[in-house]
């Protein structure tokens, strides 16, 4: 589960008719020590807004507060809601992921589940980019074109690096000019 889709669980619950940045950011605070806060005050609404859309990764923010996770501090706002409709309500709303939990375990389950979320954000590396053509392994061929050969199986991907002279015929045939390098990708069918 995303950290996203626990706060959109959560939101409509104990949301208190608060904007979803201040929510997201009173969800992270619940959650974490009295250390923690320097760094979520470091960090604007709207931030704590895209991070409750998912338009933001939460993995750099993640890191910095992982040293601070509390889940005991999660089960004590959890078990301090007002009343026992809230946790009824929360056992509802996460009954797919904790099937059978009661107002008495809800709370434990949440913070494990909140905890590991924040963990596992922190843990994430950077996806690394894509090779660059410059990088990949060529073998070239007597008529100028280039075939990639670290590409995957059914990738038919072709880099001609001279400059191309073609010929309309019919209306089937495109006129072309180039001056550097082009890259064809014929992985589609027709």
């Known amino acids: 589960m ?6 959109k669980r959560l939101y409509p619950i104990v949301g208190e008719g608060c904007n979803t940045g201040a929510f997201t950011k009173s969800l992270l605070a619940s959650i974490t020590t009295e250390q923690a806060e320097e760094i979520l005050n470091s960090y604007t609404g ?3 807004k895209s991070y409750f859309n998912d338009t933001n990764s939460l993995r750099q923010f993640a890191k910095k507060i992982a040293m601070y996770v509390e889940p005991e501090a999660f089960v ?4 301090h809601l007002p009343t026992d409709a809230v946790l009824y309500a929360l056992c509802n709303s996460f009954s797919d992921i904790f099937p059978g939990a009661d107002t008495q375990d809800i709370g434990e389950k949440l913070a494990s589940l909140f905890a590991d979320i924040l963990r596992e954000e922190a843990a994430k590396t950077r996806k690394s980019s894509q090779k660059k053509i410059s990088e990949r392994i060529y073998e ?4 100028g074109k280039t075939t990639i050969l670290d590409a995957e199986p059914d990738d038919k991907t072709t880099a001609i690096h001279q400059q191309p002279n073609v010929v309309q015929n019919g209306t089937n045939n495109l006129n072309l000019t180039n001056n550097g390098t082009i890259i064809l990708n014929f992985g589609c069918c027709l």
Do not use: L, R
């Open 2 to 7: 995303t950290f996203s889709s626990f706060a």
């Open 140 to 143: 070239d061929a007597d008529d």
């Open 76 to 79: 004590s706002y959890i078990n």
């Open 46 to 48: 709207s931030t704590y």
